[in-house]
């Protein structure tokens, strides 16, 4: 068996989320070659996918950057929590009717007269939110509380993962709805189950560069228990020459969205502390991972206070004393996230 020492192992990982030195891509390009964006609304200092594109694009990013890719250019669609390549879309549609529970399938057949009213709705008025679509639920979803009486967001969700509606775009965070052939493109081809899984297998372990299951090489990694799974493409560039840099990552950041993952390569320990009570927080509310080449060296407890014109800075936590450089490529990051975002920064 193929054996990798750690720095080996993390430099695969950081390649293949493009947090190394280079820096030329598209938006559509980064998310193409991470194959996902999470969405999610929290903007203490910039929404996640603003902050993950920022990471990889600089200081030229802007968020119409990824509005235009979305709704004008169309290379990009939203689906379900995520950003995702349209070229991915069909494979997308073609698994996902398998992965949805069969309880949500038996709601859906109970709720038929309700799925074609939302359906007719979209066809003669067009685009729509979920507020404005008419709520005729039959049988209305139960849950824990989270989606109680949410019904036509759940249906809205449910028909997007079977390819029968879409999300065109967003007015402000409202995600606007409309029938999938008008934002598809009209040649979407949808695969079979076995083709569309192994395609996305396959991309998916080339976006993290080495996982723990994929369809890669069986590797061993120094000082890990068990094998480890790495792309082919990366493994053959694992001696060439790696040039790191400072980035500040996102919670939901590929690169440290699976914990054990982190904590086995990177010796990073991680947890995203906004739902703990202020005096039970170690890092802070929505800490950033801080990236330095290829170790991850500590979090940025930061708050974006634009009112003020200000990045509030808390707290910068060294999970081991720096070195130097690193305090300086830190700082010069800091700087660089301030200009980005428009705001002074206050330590």
């Known amino acids: 068996m193929i054996r990798l020492d750690r720095e080996q192992a993390r430099r695969i990982a950081v390649?293949?989320?493009l947090l190394d030195e280079r820096r030329t891509w598209s938006v559509a390009e980064v998310v193409d070659e991470l194959t996902l964006l999470q969405v999610d609304?929290?903007?203490?200092?910039?929404?996640?996918?603003?902050?993950?594109?920022?990471?990889?694009?600089?200081?030229?990013?802007?968020?119409?950057?990824?509005?235009?890719?979305?709704?004008?250019?169309r290379s990009l669609a939203e689906l379900s929590s995520y950003v995702r390549p349209m070229d991915d879309i069909g494979h997308l549609l073609a698994v996902a009717p398998h992965d949805l529970h069969p309880t949500i399938h038996a709601w859906l057949a109970a709720n038929q007269r309700?799925?074609?009213?939302?359906?007719?709705?979209?066809?003669?008025?067009?685009?729509?939110?979920?507020?404005?679509?008419p709520d005729t639920c039959e049988a209305p979803w139960a849950s824990s509380g989270w989606n109680n009486d949410k019904n036509v967001?759940?249906?809205?969700?449910?028909?997007?993962?079977?390819?029968?509606v879409a999300i065109s775009g967003r007015?402000?965070?409202?995600?606007?709805?409309?029938?999938?052939?008008?934002?598809?493109?009209?040649?979407?081809?949808?695969?079979?189950?076995?083709?569309?899984?192994?395609v996305l297998d396959r991309r998916e372990l080339a976006a993290l560069g080495i996982a723990r299951t994929g369809p890669g090489e069986v590797v061993a990694v120094d000082g890990t228990d068990g094998k480890w799974r790495v792309d082919v493409d990366a493994l053959a560039a694992a001696d060439e020459s790696f040039a790191g840099r400072c980035a500040f990552l996102s919670p939901f950041d590929r690169l440290v969205h699976d914990r054990d993952r982190a904590l086995e390569l990177f010796d990073f320990a991680y947890v995203l502390e906004m739902y703990k009570p202020a005096a039970s927080r170690r890092w802070g509310y929505f800490a950033l991972p801080i990236l330095d080449g290829d170790r991850l060296v500590g979090k940025l407890d930061a708050k974006a206070d634009r009112?003020?014109?200000?990045?509030?800075?808390?707290?910068?936590?060294?999970?081991?004393?720096?070195?130097?450089?690193?305090?300086?490529?830190?700082?010069?990051?800091?700087?660089?996230?301030?200009?980005?975002?428009?705001?002074?920064?206050?330590?």
Not at 56 to 72: I, V
Not at 114 to 133: K, S, W
């Open 15 to 17: 390649r293949a989320q």
């Open 41 to 73: 609304p929290t903007a203490a200092i910039a929404p996640s996918a603003d902050l993950v594109l920022w990471s990889r694009l600089g200081d030229g990013f802007e968020h119409s950057d990824l509005t235009f890719a979305l709704e004008t250019e």
């Open 114 to 133: 309700f799925r074609a009213d939302v359906l007719d709705r979209l066809a003669g008025e067009g685009p729509q939110t979920a507020a404005e679509l």
């Open 153 to 164: 967001n759940r249906l809205l969700e449910v028909l997007t993962l079977l390819g029968e």
């Open 171 to 198: 007015r402000g965070r409202l995600r606007v709805y409309d029938l999938a052939g008008r934002v598809y493109p009209a040649d979407l081809a949808v695969p079979s189950y076995d083709d569309a899984r192994a």
């Open 307 to 347: 009112r003020a014109g200000v990045l509030r800075v808390q707290a910068v936590h060294e999970d081991l004393p720096w070195e130097p450089a690193t305090g300086d490529a830190v700082d010069a990051e800091l700087a660089a996230l301030g200009g980005w975002l428009g705001l002074e920064v206050a330590r």
